[in-house]
């Protein structure tokens, strides 16, 4: 119903960028999370959640979330932080 031109606006991003997304969403098919992260300049990261759809996978996978967003951010931010 909503159409989002992401993929047009991936190539103006020069910035890191995680891309987060839940195997089994019924709402934005997992392909669709890996095509725009093929698309997007580097430096990205991409983190797959094994379990929950769209709306639950960060409470069920809150683990792998966590350390997948730490692992992404830690060489962003000044040391001690």
């Known amino acids: 119903r909503h159409k989002f031109d992401n993929e047009g606006k991936l190539?103006?991003?020069?910035?890191?960028?995680?891309?987060?997304?839940?195997?089994d969403d019924e709402l934005?098919?997992?392909?669709?999370?890996?095509?725009?992260y093929e698309a997007a300049n580097p430096p990205r990261e991409f983190l797959a959640l094994e379990a929950g759809g769209h709306n639950e996978a960060f409470y069920?996978?809150?683990r792998t979330y966590a350390q997948?967003?730490?692992?992404?951010?830690d060489p962003l931010l000044p040391p001690g932080k």
Not at 11 to 23: G, K, S
Not at 28 to 36: A, C, D, N, S, T
Not at 68 to 73: E, H, T
């Open 60 to 62: 069920i996978c809150d």
């Open 11 to 23: 190539p103006d991003i020069h910035a890191p960028i995680l891309f987060v997304h839940a195997r």
């Open 28 to 36: 934005v098919p997992y392909e669709h999370g890996r095509h725009l």
């Open 68 to 73: 997948g967003l730490r692992r992404f951010l």
